[in-house]
């Protein structure tokens, strides 16, 4: 089977890994990645001074299966625990302890566990998969640059739902309704770096949804570089998409006032600071299945949407989106 798979996120690359193991070589697998590299919403900033994880901030682990994938990469070095000091500022304007689980992050940054499984697999970056056509020879792909690859007998669509919609929908992919059930919201990330130390109670703070609703210092991360202090801020979802399309340094401006105000430091001190406009980073709502398939046409759509969103979401939504493909390859 020649297979492709559209996104270098988790689960296209889990997709990939998992479909590699089971069929001989992975020869017939091509990844697709419209970015530079691998790592999608669990992606790290780098620049001269700092580093920043400005997507996914940490995972949880509630299913067995994840919880043995996030045991080897602990094993192999690409995942640990974050046991920092983490609060929840109510609205009433109290501070309590942020409960949850246990939390994990991909080290040394938040991409490095991703790009370990990518080792190996066939990944053609800075290709923007932008049609899928049905022809005698199988699934033809047509890039961004006008170059098509043929002959595909199944794609798995590893990308956030409203862009699973616009590659699917023409296909006449049979569950596109589906697809559409699920809804994603924007986030917008400010990113600050300090050459000093700033002295703050917590390494997470959340709030209420507004322009900070995050705050997390991502140097007190396992294993990230010790000089300084990088800070992250989210704003909250509601706050995100009403006001997603404003002048980014507006935007900025006003994040990095509100989360002064939070932390009791004038943070617009930072040596560095910028903006980054995620349009679909977390899931309000899921399209509540793993994974979706038109089985006669021998397409899948995974993804973290599928099951509620979520580092695990993808995982799971990529494996079982593999197995699927691996049944298929059976029959
Ligand atoms: C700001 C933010 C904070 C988050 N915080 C957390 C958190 O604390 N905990 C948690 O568990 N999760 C968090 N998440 C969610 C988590 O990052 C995702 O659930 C997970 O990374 C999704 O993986 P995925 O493979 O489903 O999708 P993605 O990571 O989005 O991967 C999809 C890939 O497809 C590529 N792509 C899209 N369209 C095309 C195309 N046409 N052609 C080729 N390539 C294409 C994209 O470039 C991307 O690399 C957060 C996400 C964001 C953005």
Same mark, same amino acid.
């Given at each position: 089977?020649?297979?492709?798979?559209?996104?270098?996120? #988790?689960?296209?690359?889990?997709?990939?890994?998992?479909?590699?193991?089971?069929?001989?070589?992975?020869?017939?697998?091509?990844?697709?990645?419209?970015?530079?590299?691998?790592?999608?919403?669990?992606?790290?900033?780098?620049? %001269?001074?700092?580093?920043?994880?400005?997507?996914?901030?940490?995972?949880?682990?509630?299913?067995?299966?994840?919880?043995?994938?996030?045991?080897?990469?602990?094993?192999?070095?690409?995942?640990?625990?974050?046991?920092? &000091?983490?609060?929840?500022?109510?609205?009433?304007?109290?501070?309590?302890?942020?409960?949850?689980?246990?939390?994990?992050?991909? @080290?040394?940054?938040?991409?490095?566990?991703?790009?370990?499984?990518?080792?190996?697999?066939?990944?053609? @970056?800075?290709?923007?998969?932008? *049609?899928?056509? /049905?022809?005698?020879?199988?699934?033809?792909?047509? #890039?961004?640059?006008?170059?098509?690859?043929?002959?595909?007998?199944?794609?798995?669509?590893?990308?956030?739902? =409203?862009?699973?919609?616009?590659?699917?929908? =023409?296909?006449?992919?049979?569950?596109?309704?589906?697809? &559409?059930?699920?809804?994603?919201?924007?986030?917008?990330?400010?990113?600050?770096?300090? %050459?000093?130390?700033?002295?703050?109670?917590?390494?997470?703070?959340?709030?209420?949804?507004?322009?900070?609703?995050?705050?997390?210092?991502?140097?007190?991360? =396992?294993?990230?570089?010790?000089?300084? &202090?990088?800070?992250?801020?989210?704003?909250?979802?509601?706050?995100?998409?009403?006001?997603?399309?404003?002048? *980014?340094?507006?935007?900025?401006?006003?994040?990095?006032?509100?989360? /002064?105000?939070? &932390?009791?430091?004038?943070?617009?001190?930072? *040596?560095?600071?910028?903006?980054?406009?995620?349009?679909?980073?977390?899931?309000?709502?899921?399209?509540?299945?793993?994974?979706?398939?038109?089985?006669?046409?021998?397409?899948?759509?995974?993804?973290?949407?599928?099951?509620?969103?979520?580092?695990?979401?993808?995982?799971?939504?990529?494996?079982?989106?593999?197995?699927?493909?691996?049944?298929?390859?059976?029959?």
């Amino acid at each position: 089977m020649k297979i492709a798979i559209i996104g270098a996120g #988790l689960s296209g690359i889990v997709a990939a890994k998992t479909l590699s193991a089971k069929l001989s070589g992975h020869h017939g697998i091509s990844v697709f990645e419209k970015s530079r590299g691998a790592g999608g919403r669990m992606s790290t900033r780098r620049t %001269d001074d700092f580093e920043f994880d400005h997507g996914a901030q940490y995972f949880t682990v509630r299913d067995p299966a994840f919880k043995a994938a996030v045991d080897h990469a602990i094993d192999q070095g690409h995942v640990n625990r974050w046991d920092g &000091t983490t609060k929840y500022l109510k609205a009433d304007g109290t501070i309590e302890e942020d409960k949850g689980g246990k939390r994990y992050v991909s @080290t040394p940054r938040m991409n490095s566990w991703i790009k370990a499984m990518s080792n190996g697999l066939n990944i053609q @970056t800075q290709a923007r998969v932008s *049609k899928l056509v /049905s022809t005698d020879n199988g699934w033809t792909l047509k #890039l961004e640059d006008d170059t098509a690859q043929t002959g595909f007998d199944t794609v798995i669509c590893a990308v956030p739902s =409203p862009q699973a919609e616009v590659l699917l929908a =023409p296909t006449g992919f049979d569950k596109i309704e589906d697809i &559409t059930t699920a809804k994603m919201d924007a986030c917008l990330a400010v990113m600050l770096g300090f %050459d000093k130390t700033l002295n703050l109670p917590w390494d997470t703070l959340r709030s209420p949804d507004g322009p900070a609703s995050w705050i997390a210092v991502n140097s007190a991360k =396992p294993d990230r570089p010790q000089t300084g &202090t990088t800070l992250m801020i989210h704003a909250g979802p509601k706050w995100s998409n009403n006001n997603v399309e404003r002048d *980014k340094s507006e935007l900025k401006a006003e994040m990095i006032t509100v989360a /002064s105000r939070l &932390t009791g430091h004038d943070l617009t001190q930072a *040596k560095y600071g910028t903006i980054h406009r995620w349009l679909y980073a977390a899931v309000s709502q899921g399209a509540g299945q793993t994974y979706l398939a038109d089985d006669k046409a021998k397409l899948v759509a995974c993804g973290d949407w599928c099951l509620g969103g979520r580092v695990e979401g993808a995982w799971l939504s990529g494996k079982a989106a593999a197995e699927l493909v691996l049944k298929w390859s059976d029959a």
